[in-house]
């Protein structure tokens, strides 16, 4: 352990004389305080912020707004056909949704 610890502290201070760590976004900002409960959903985090970072955002995410705007359009409906074609537009949505994250459940353990 003390070796990795060593190995780590010299990848640091030769990334700092490269100038590596200078600029970097949110320098001398504190960093954000993002609460873990368990080394899961730690792993799990760091991914989702990499991936959102990177302007990847899961199907699931996607599939919440449009979930979300569904919602809002059925609420706003104001006849029955209207809420009969709004309600089949949800639970198509719904349910992908669910499959989504059940694929991502089973994808992260």
């Not at 302007?55 to 209207?82: H, I, M, N, S, W």
Request: with cysteine; proline share 4%.
């Amino acid at each position: 352990m003390r070796s990795f610890r060593s190995l780590i502290e010299r990848q640091i201070a030769k990334a700092r004389a490269a100038g590596g760590l200078s600029g970097l976004k949110g320098e001398g900002k504190p960093l954000p305080d993002r609460p873990v409960e368990n080394a899961q959903e730690a792993s799990m985090s760091a991914g989702m912020r990499i991936m959102a970072e990177a302007g990847v955002v899961p199907e699931e995410f996607g599939l919440k707004k449009q979930l979300d705007a569904a919602r809002k359009a059925y609420a706003d409906c104001r006849t029955d056909a209207a809420r009969k074609e709004a309600m089949a537009r949800l639970a198509d949505l719904e349910l992908r949704y669910e499959i989504a994250r059940e694929a991502r459940r089973k994808f992260m353990t």
